[in-house]
């Protein structure tokens, strides 16, 4: 299970710090990623981290903005937002899957990777 917390409102230029915390699973071998979905838009990848801190991939839209972190002993990764702008606007979810390590780079933000462990998502809302 995948429970998210931290969205919000904000205005524009402010930053949110999104957790999600795992709980029932082994955290061991997953990629962990951030997606989002704005109204009327498809459910898009934003960040991810391996549970071995050692590969990150962020979207074009957020690198520079965006920051992801993981704590291994409280099964949480995080999402640092910065200098959010409005078309961050969306509901944020995070999920788990064990992709093999040379697919990674090329899947991690395909939705249809992640088959069983998403959270319910947090709202965010930039305010311009």
């Known amino acids: 299970q995948l429970v998210e917390s931290g969205g919000g409102m904000v205005q524009a230029g402010g930053s949110l710090r999104l957790s999600c915390t795992a709980s029932?699973?082994?955290?061991?071998?997953?990629?962990l990623t951030w997606f989002r979905q704005a109204p009327g838009k498809e459910r898009e990848g934003v960040a991810c981290i391996t549970t071995t801190g050692e590969t990150k991939y962020y979207a074009d839209s957020v690198k520079g903005r965006f920051t992801i972190s993981s704590d291994n002993a409280k099964k949480t990764v995080y999402l640092q937002m910065n200098s959010l702008k409005s078309e961050d606007t969306a509901v944020y979810y995070c999920?788990?899957?064990?992709?093999?390590?040379?697919?990674?780079?090329?899947?991690?933000?395909?939705?249809?990777?992640?088959?069983?462990?998403w959270g319910q998502g947090t709202l965010v809302t930039v305010s311009s």
């Open positions: 029932g699973i082994t955290w061991d071998q997953y990629t």
């Open positions: 999920a788990a899957e064990r992709i093999p390590t040379p697919f990674i780079q090329s899947t991690w933000n395909n939705p249809r990777v992640y088959t069983n462990l």
